[in-house]
């Protein structure tokens, strides 16, 4: 169970990495061949947004990569709910509020190790 748990945390901090990565450095090349909806001449104007999404994205990132690091098991387990919550919350607030895929790619998976870390405890 241990190692299933520590391969979806590596897979949902890898992930965050990505979003870090596409908000913060690829918003107006990458982003406009993913948000093809969206209008071009926002790209420039929101860059700055973006980048900040991107930013809170790499502190779960690297709150999800801190567990890898933590010796007590009592610690490590209270820093994965922690940052599994908040980026289940993310998840479902980003699927509430802008596209039910976000639930999908965001918040279910980190519900699933949520609940994993959570019987395993």
Request: proline share 2%; with cysteine.
């Amino acid at each position: 169970m241990e190692i299933l748990i520590t391969v979806l945390i590596a897979i949902i901090a890898i992930f965050h990495i990505y979003i870090l990565w596409f908000e913060m450095f690829a918003w107006e090349t990458r982003g406009r061949k993913v948000f093809k909806h969206f209008p071009a001449e926002l790209f420039p104007k929101t860059k700055t947004l973006a980048a900040n999404q991107g930013l809170y994205n790499g502190f779960l990132a690297a709150g999800l990569i801190w567990t890898f690091f933590i010796e007590n098991i009592e610690w490590k387990t209270n820093v994965s709910i922690f940052f599994l919550s908040c980026v289940a919350v993310a998840g479902i607030y980003g699927a509430i509020s802008a596209s039910k895929k976000i639930f999908f790619v965001q918040g279910l998976p980190a519900i699933i190790a949520l609940i994993l870390v959570l019987i395993s405890k």
